[in-house]
């Protein structure tokens, strides 16, 4: 294996491109902005067979807490994942255009994107997953007022959902949101009309 990257000795939250490394701020704000993440997930036998899973879902960023928080089904690979108590990494993302290149290895798109790295863990307190499906709610649906434009959260909701936060204790914000790709010099570029 190659030396030049181990998780346990370098920190993961360190991307190869510093010139694209954007600040907490940036990152805040995309996170406050962004409405879907991609949830990775680690599933491990008593054998040391490994299975991640990433499960796509609707979010709330919650700046006071630093923390994102999420629902899915009562049952599933989600819940047994984090059940394990393995480190949990998420990614947001915005895509922009696609960008063509004459040359294969600069064919490129835009891209704005943050990485998280923590713990996650399944709210169990009735008060804590109401608040957090309430900042979920509202934040999907701007506007929205849960007990105003829509019911209260009832007890037998609770009881229908798991309800997760993920304690962010690393994160890497990244942009890449050029013009224009490189071009090789040796062959004629190639202009917008290429992008899918």
């Given at each position: 294996m190659s030396g030049f990257y181990d998780p346990r000795?370098?920190?993961?939250?360190l991307g190869r491109r510093p010139q694209n490394r954007q600040g907490d701020d940036w990152?805040?704000?995309?996170?406050?902005?962004?409405k879907i993440a991609r949830i990775a997930t680690l599933w491990q036998g008593e054998d040391g067979a490994a299975f991640p899973f990433?499960?796509?879902?609707?979010?709330?960023?919650?700046?006071?807490?630093?923390?994102?928080?999420?629902?899915t089904n009562l049952v599933g690979r989600l819940?047994?994942?984090?059940?394990?108590?393995?480190?949990a990494t998420a990614e947001v993302s915005e895509i922009g255009r696609?960008?063509?290149s004459n040359s294969p290895l600069e064919l490129s798109v835009q891209y704005r994107s943050v990485i998280l790295f923590g713990t996650a863990r399944r709210l169990t307190d009735p008060e804590e997953q109401r608040a957090a499906l309430t900042t979920?709610?509202?934040?999907?649906?701007?506007?929205?007022?849960?007990?105003?434009?829509?019911?209260?959260?009832?007890?037998e909701d609770l009881r229908r959902t798991s309800v997760y936060c993920l304690n962010i204790e690393r994160w890497s914000g990244k942009e890449n949101w050029a013009e224009h790709a490189i071009q090789d010099?040796?062959?004629p570029p190639l202009g917008p009309e290429w992008a899918p």
């Open positions: 000795e370098r920190d993961p939250s990152t805040e704000a995309l996170l406050l902005r962004g990433i499960t796509p879902l609707a979010y709330a960023y919650r700046p006071e807490r630093r923390d994102l928080v999420y629902h819940r047994a994942n984090t059940e394990q108590g393995h480190p696609f960008l063509p979920l709610s509202e934040h999907v649906f701007p506007g929205l007022k849960v007990g105003e434009t829509t019911r209260p959260i009832s007890d010099e040796d062959w």
